[in-house]
Structures are given as C-alpha cells and as structure tokens.
C-alpha cells in the first residue's frame, strides 16, 4: 500500500498542491482527474521523486526509498533518436538497478509485451506517437516496478491507439499499482478502482467510481422527440424541470418521480412522434462538472 499524507507543494508565492493525503491499494488503478492546471503533474512529479514537496510524504509499506519501486511515463516521452528502441530500454533497466546479464533479457521481454516485438532494433527517431507511447511504458516497467505512475498516457493518441494503450493498462493492472492522470473521462470510467478529484491543487472529492456516482450521480429519463420544436414544446409546456439537448428531452427523477408510468401517460396525449424514452444515468464527464464546479 501506498501512503500520501499533507502532500503540498509552493512555488513562490503559489500553492499549486495543498494538503493532499489519500492511499494506494496494491493492485489497483487509480485515476487523478482534474482540468488543466488542477496540479495534476506536479502531484505525480513529488510522487516519483521529481519535485521535492514543500510539506508532506509520501511512502510505501515496507519500502525505505519509494523512488525505486516507480516506473514513470512522463507525459511527453523523450528518447534519444539514435538509440534503437532495445537499446534505450535496455539501457533504462540497467540505470534503475537491473544487473547487466538480465538488462537485455528484460527489455526484450517487455518490448514483445507492449507490442514492439517486431520494432525493438529500430532507432526510436522512426517511431509513431502510438509506438512511442508503447516504449515509454516498456522502459517504466523494465525493472518490475510495484507502482506505476503515468501521466496522461492516451492523451495524445488516436482512438485506435487509446484503445490499444488502455487494453494494455488493464494487463498491467495485474502486475502492479497504477496511479495515472487523465483528462478523458470515458477511458477513466472504464478502467478505474479509485477516482482522486483535483481543484486548483485540493483533492475535492475521492472514492471508487460506484461511490462516486451514488454520491452525486442523478437518474433521468430521455425522450427521443422527431425534431427539435417538437422536444422544446413539450419541455415548456412540462410541469417537469426540463433541460433540452437537440431532439432530446431530458427529465430528472427526484425520489420515485415520474415513474415511468406517470411520464408515458403525459406523452400519450401529445400530437407528436415519440421515437424513445429511457432512463439514463450521469456520465463521468457530468459528474466530473459537478464535483470541480466547472
């Protein structure tokens, strides 16, 4: 387990992290959220040894110095260009402690893991964003990390290479704690024990995402109306609180109202084309809005 207490850290005259203290259970996949300049990078750089906190700590069960247990993915990878992708891992395992005999053993074990079987003797100059994102993860698990610190790992990919990227976490997940900062909250939603929500450098809210979503999350019947006039007379004439996206109605149910039955009785009666009505739950991406008061 992975302990952070009071974690913070001033630059100057600013308190870009304040007071921060949560905790990493082994095995598990925690995402810190938060917009842009929430301190999302820095928390991650105090993590790994990077920025030295103004106050607080951060320390691991059993372990005297955490730094050599991390394998990081910056959020920008830089790789010299000259070096072929064996190489550079090869040359990553053995600067965090791997002996020499098993460094190239290693790097070739976890290139073939991350996919780069058929690319590791290629000079990293000639490497995709997809395939550099691989080989930052395969130098920050060369020397079998217990944690694993990532920051936005799929933000700059292509749908294609989010999805390889996240399938890829997932079997990572079984081998180590991963901790990892995210702006796309669909991909946060789908692989996640603990949300960690951060605020202008406070952690605001924390939990695991069905604690979250019972906390703040609402159910909502949506109506799928056959044009958009039609959706915005009915949400005014609608005794309901109402909110209005495009051909959709949406309705909020507070306690048991509307049933279901009490909502078709009222769109029976209307002279318009009902092509659906469902009832829905918030998305993170909503749920994040509520909790950072965006």
């Given at each position: 387990m992975i302990t952070v207490q009071h974690l913070t850290k001033v630059f100057g005259t600013e308190k870009v992290v304040s007071d921060l203290s949560f905790t990493l259970e082994a095995g598990t996949s925690t995402?810190?959220?938060?917009?842009?300049?929430?301190?999302k990078t820095t928390t991650l750089s105090m993590l790994t040894g990077l920025l030295k906190p103004t106050n607080g700590s951060v320390s691991m069960q059993n372990v005297q110095d955490i730094r050599k247990e991390i394998g990081f993915l910056p959020q920008y990878p830089n790789f010299y260009p000259w070096l072929t992708a064996l190489e550079f891992t090869e040359m990553?395992?053995?600067l965090n402690g791997?002996?020499?005999r098993d460094a190239k053993k290693q790097a070739e074990s976890v290139l073939d893991f991350v996919g780069l079987k058929n690319d590791m003797?290629?000079?990293?100059a000639t490497f995709s964003g997809g395939m550099k994102q691989r080989l930052g993860i395969a130098q920050a698990i060369v020397h079998k990390p217990n944690l694993l610190v990532l920051d936005e790992p799929v933000s700059a990919l292509d749908p294609v290479?989010?999805?390889?990227?996240?399938?890829?976490?997932k079997q990572l997940q079984q081998q180590s704690t991963i901790l990892y900062s995210t702006h796309i909250l669909n991909d946060a939603e789908e692989m996640t024990d603990q949300l960690l929500f951060?605020?202008?450098g406070r952690l605001?809210?924390?939990g695991s995402l069905k604690n979250i979503r019972a906390k703040f999350d609402s159910f909502r019947y949506k109506v799928q109306f056959s044009s958009k006039d039609e959706a915005l007379h009915f949400a005014s004439q609608s005794p309901l609180p109402t909110v209005v996206e495009d051909y959709y109605v949406f309705i909020e149910i507070k306690g048991n109202f509307?049933?279901?039955?009490q909502l078709m009785s009222q769109l029976v009666v209307l002279p318009f084309s009902i092509l659906k009505v469902e009832r829905v739950t918030m998305t993170l991406e909503e749920i994040f809005m509520k909790v950072v008061g965006q």
């Open positions: 995402a810190l959220i938060g917009p842009n300049g929430a301190g990553t395992a053995k791997v002996p020499n003797l290629k000079k990293t290479g989010r999805r390889e990227m996240i399938n890829l976490l951060l605020k202008k605001v809210e924390q509307p049933t279901m039955q």
